[in-house]
């Protein structure tokens, strides 16, 4: 059987010599200053004085507790036995926003606007705004107001893709902050990200902050050269991968927005020794891919991984695997590439595809 199950390790696993910038987040929701009051109305659930995600968490969406009091445009309605089906309806479909669930009921909505006013509390209805994208890495935290950071442009009531054509048009614009605050849809452009993952910028559970592109395990710079070098669709620019710059990269929700959630990853290079996937011994130098299996509330790096089967012999210059996360939609997948000492190869391109 090709799946093979395993957890990740920095200092045991392909032997990184390179400590990632990202470090594993439980699933604490909020920072330290988060009250009960806060921590519930947003989905999550409070014990003993600490706030955490509930079992109403859903990958790639946040929540609010009750029901939304005006009214909004309706794309489906449908008996289902869980709000998790309700979700991969709506990440199904592009102009999915939003959905509601009502616990008691059974029955989810799905909606093409974002919930933006009053809720009134609810213990059977839920309220779930979307914030998965395939071009965002987003992570659990509010990067606008930390000081000396400027907020370049605010977005009431607008859509997520809205907000990210704005940032790609703005050449200051490093990231997106989004805020599913009640009666406060918002969205805010800027230009300097905060540490992410500093508890000072984590303490409000409705607001999510989100990169453009994939990322590299050491590096939150969407506009190094490395990056632009994987990503610009051309065959003459490339990443070098040497036993002392190694290649980890982790791409956002591969399949989003098609039909099935199995998909196709193709990666291009040169002198690329050897495709391998995790049935076999890890080679001391090769490529390989993997998809998480834990529900990540931040993009990080570690956790449990499944490999992906590989599809292609091996050519030197191509790698093509297939992955898929079963009935859910991948988070991400990644990209992991090392060398022996003394050599080198590069990686070029990817791209993702369905089968």
């Known amino acids: 059987?090709?799946?093979?199950?395993?957890?990740?390790?920095?200092?045991?696993?392909?032997?990184?010599?390179?400590?990632?910038?990202?470090?594993?987040?439980?699933?604490?929701?909020?920072?330290?200053?988060?009250?009960?009051?806060?921590?519930?109305?947003?989905?999550?659930?409070w014990n003993s004085g600490i706030c955490s995600y509930s079992k109403n968490f859903i990958r790639g969406f946040n929540t609010m507790n009750g029901k939304e009091t005006s009214n909004n445009v309706i794309l489906n309605t449908f008996s289902s036995s869980t709000a998790i089906k309700c979700a991969k309806e709506c990440l199904k479909i592009p102009a999915c926003a939003s959905f509601?669930?009502?616990?008691?009921?059974?029955?989810?909505?799905?909606k093409s606007q974002v919930v933006t006013t009053t809720v009134?509390?609810?213990?059977?209805?839920?309220?779930?705004?979307r914030k998965a994208h395939p071009e965002l890495t987003c992570f659990q935290a509010h990067c606008y107001d930390e000081?000396?950071?400027?907020?370049?442009?605010?977005?009431?009531?607008?859509?997520?893709?809205?907000?990210?054509?704005?940032?790609?048009?703005?050449?200051?614009?490093?990231?997106?902050?989004?805020?599913?605050?009640?009666?406060?849809?918002?969205?805010?452009?800027?230009?300097k990200l905060c540490n992410v993952f500093s508890d000072k910028f984590r303490s409000k559970p409705y607001q999510t902050t989100c990169l453009i592109g994939p990322i590299f395990h050491n590096s939150l710079n969407q506009k190094s050269q490395r990056l632009t070098?994987?990503?610009?669709?051309?065959?003459?620019?490339?990443?070098?991968?040497?036993?002392?710059?190694?290649?980890?990269?982790?791409?956002?929700?591969?399949?989003l927005g098609k039909p099935t959630t199995e998909f196709e990853i193709r990666?291009?290079?040169?002198?690329?020794?050897?495709?391998?996937?995790?049935?076999?011994?890890?080679?001391?130098?090769?490529?390989?891919t993997f998809i998480p299996l834990d529900?990540?509330?931040?993009?990080?790096?570690?956790?449990?991984?499944?490999?992906?089967?590989?599809?292609?012999?091996?050519?030197?210059?191509?790698?093509?695997y297939t992955c898929t996360c079963g009935f859910n939609y991948c988070q991400a997948v990644y990209i992991k590439a090392f060398a022996e000492i003394g050599k080198e190869m590069s990686i070029c391109s990817y791209e993702i595809d369905q089968p």
């Open 229 to 255: 070098n994987l990503t610009d669709n051309l065959a003459d620019t490339c990443v070098k991968v040497t036993a002392e710059n190694e290649f980890y990269l982790r791409i956002p929700w591969p399949s």
């Open 295 to 320: 529900d990540q509330t931040d993009a990080i790096f570690s956790g449990q991984f499944r490999g992906c089967k590989l599809k292609t012999e091996y050519s030197g210059t191509d790698c093509t």
């Open 147 to 191: 000081p000396g950071v400027k907020r370049l442009l605010t977005y009431r009531s607008d859509p997520l893709t809205s907000c990210l054509a704005n940032c790609k048009a703005t050449s200051s614009c490093t990231h997106i902050t989004l805020s599913h605050e009640k009666d406060n849809y918002s969205c805010f452009l800027g230009k």
């Open 1 to 45: 059987m090709y799946w093979n199950i395993f957890l990740i390790s920095y200092s045991i696993l392909f032997n990184f010599r390179v400590q990632s910038v990202i470090p594993s987040v439980k699933f604490k929701c909020g920072g330290s200053s988060i009250d009960e009051t806060l921590c519930i109305a947003y989905g999550c659930m």
């Open 267 to 288: 990666i291009r290079g040169l002198d690329m020794s050897k495709c391998f996937h995790f049935s076999e011994q890890s080679p001391l130098t090769g490529l390989t």
């Open 120 to 129: 009134v509390e609810s213990k059977s209805e839920m309220q779930y705004n």
């Open 100 to 110: 509601s669930y009502v616990v008691d009921d059974l029955f989810c909505t799905i």
